[in-house]
């Protein structure tokens, strides 16, 4: 695992060598971290084991291997810390017989909340929905099932709060909104752990991140960490230009440049030279240049490889 | 936004008030389970019974009270069983194959109180749809306050018996229609009755008891005492809901 940085905090959820199995697949393979207060992002690729890890945090699911704890207590066998979590699983199923308020009012009641009525409608404002609203929640778009599944994991005040990919299917404004209010709860001294695949989302938290690959954890600390650990590994970059073999022959040349390949032009499309590079930063600084001496037009700089799997891959790899 | 959470995280609870809980689970589940589909097929059913029952005393039959034993008999050992399995199968086993069983089992809330709502919905759906049709059914073929008697008493026994029976089913099986159909025809209807030790192992049975006693008539495979009719069913009623309780509370929740 790469240790980014570490949170000094009392872990308020903690995983110890936590491993678990389907038959012969390996969801979550001998995993330790600790949180404490504030937001940790989950972050990894679809299949990566975030789901299964966060349900065994929850003790959904226990694990094959090692222990999870939350507050200090296993959440499969103490049922009285269950009322300090909220959870937004990633399913979209819920109670179809039953409305917004009459969902959320529930989730109070069964939570033991004094006044789950009142609960409810508090917990419905935080996510801008309406508590009169008498349809049932089979007619409500997918964001407003994520919103009413954000106010029940809220309506018992929980100490810890577990969001299963919770911005899926929400439009902008929504998404600003609900990134605001899990910061607004992290500040508050809540553990929230949110996971996501989407890096920019993540970005968004400004928060910790526990990067999860094939199961492992691959990597743990700041996101600006991640960020730079993105711009430090090697990277491959396509330059789409009219004059291949000149751009080619300035690039080899350039500092931080580990190989260069040309990609011969097909029916419409301009050739390009694809190069390898060790600080993209550095090469995206140079490219313009070394263009400008080849006396060429740059088409397109894009790069190949800068999508999570990479990261995951190259995370996993090291 | 109107308001902010809390910054403080409230202190652990002692827990909700299990009363509380149990009402609100059993409306839950009562609401969840009673789909159209289910409520139309079952009904039909009882509503077949009915018209079997009225066509028997249009026949006018030799000896009303063994024609309304056979008639009791005939639907505890069919009808119940497979209402209470679409119903009491699915009451649990519905939210555990879409997932929203967590939205119960993630709570301070031990798992029996789950199922024994799940039980009290099944028992609260059929007895107004199915048993309430064939009591009455039966006292159109024979109104002799015995057999009337004991149709109550077999069918709500019998009622409470499969619920749990079936209920548990639900929680154990993902598949659990075919596997309660399997037990009801197969089991019940074939291998139960090979002879008195296997008979011990069947709902039906000790119903058929029930039936027998109460109305002095005898029936094949139906020689338990009243007091065992009745307490058998219950007695496995109440360690079906046992066991199921302890399998949710070990599951995988999705």
Redesign the interface.
Known sequence: MTALGAAAEAPMIEAEHASKWFGDVVAVSDVSFGIGPGVTALLGPNGAGKSTLL?ML?????PDRGAVRILGADPRKD???????G?V?Q?E??????TAFE?VR??G????VGDPAGAAR?AL??V?LDHADHRSTTTYSKGMKQRVKVA?A?V????IVVLDEPLTGLDPRQRG?LIE?FG??GA???CVIVSSHVLDEVERFGSRVLVVAQGRLAATGDFRAIRDLMDDRPHRIRVRTDRLREVATELISSPGVLAVRLEPAAGNRAGAVIVDTADAPLFRRSVAAAAQRADATLLEVSPLDDDLDSVFRYLVGR | ??????????P??????LG??LL??YR?LL??VCTRGRLVAIAMLAGLSVLTAVAVALSNPFDPLSEGVGFVNGNIATLIPVAVLVFGAAVLGDLID???L?????????SWVHVLAGWAATVTIVVPLVLVPVVGATAVIDSSPALVGAAVVGGLVAVAGYAGLFVMLGVRFRRALPWGLVYILIWEGFVASAGKTATKLAVRSYVRSILGSMTDTHLKLGEFSLGVGIVVPLLIAVLALLYASRRLARS???
């Open positions: 349900r929850c003790g959904l699911t226990p049922i009285a810390v269950r009322a300090r979590i959870i699983p399913q199923a819920m109670f179809e017989a039953l969902f529930l989730a009641l069964l939570h033991g508090w404002d935080l801008e029940q809220l018992n005040d929980p100490a909104h209010l607004r709860l508050q001294g809540r | 936004m109107t308001t902010t959470p809390s910054p403080k995280a409230p652990l609870r002692s827990g909700p008030a509380r809980v609100a689970e839950l609401r969840s879409d997932g929203s967590v939205y119960l089992w993630l709570r301070p809330v031990p995988d929740v999705a």
